[in-house]
């Protein structure tokens, strides 16, 4: 598992994408599910698939970027990848 203090820097910058008013516009609102799914994933530290029940996610995209997060926490995904979901700009 990644040590505490790159998961608490991933988290202050997944908060610091959701402050990103566009996250807020329709168009985003996968992307935006699916980060607000991966700060619970990553403070709850869940390290499965199961536990984290990302299933229950309305959306492909959501599920995915939770996804992300799992797997980030098993060091089988860098930052940059969880991170570097685009906010679209419509």
Do not use: H, W
């Amino acid at each position: 598992m990644i040590e505490d203090k790159e998961i608490k820097n991933c988290i202050r910058a997944i908060k610091k994408r959701l402050d990103d008013k566009r996250v807020n516009r329709l168009c985003n609102s996968s992307v935006k599910t699916g980060y607000i799914k991966s700060l619970e994933i990553l403070e709850k530290k869940i390290c499965n698939y199961e536990d984290a029940n990302i299933k229950e996610l309305p959306t492909v995209q959501s599920r995915s970027i939770a996804t992300l997060a799992v797997d980030f926490l098993n060091g089988e995904c860098p930052e940059s990848v969880l991170l570097g979901v685009p906010v679209k700009d419509l």
